[in-house]
């Protein structure tokens, strides 16, 4: 069972990154169970700062 993560950390959610994420997500799907773009963009995200505190990115 293989699963595959694509990371797509571009803003522009059109762009040539989006496109070439799409492209290997198609190709990699014939040999893996599963394949997922994750893009940063369309999310709200959290993340730690030195001090350790979670804070949240909003868009």
Not at 5 to 13: A, T
Not at 44 to 53: G, I, L
């Amino acid at each position: 069972m293989k699963k595959v993560v694509i990371v797509n950390g571009s803003p522009r959610k059109n762009g040539n990154t989006a496109a070439l994420c799409d492209a290997f997500q198609d190709g990699v799907q014939s040999v893996a169970e599963s394949a997922e773009v994750f893009r940063f963009d369309l999310n709200d995200y959290y993340w730690c700062d030195k001090n350790r505190v979670s804070l949240k990115i909003i868009k």
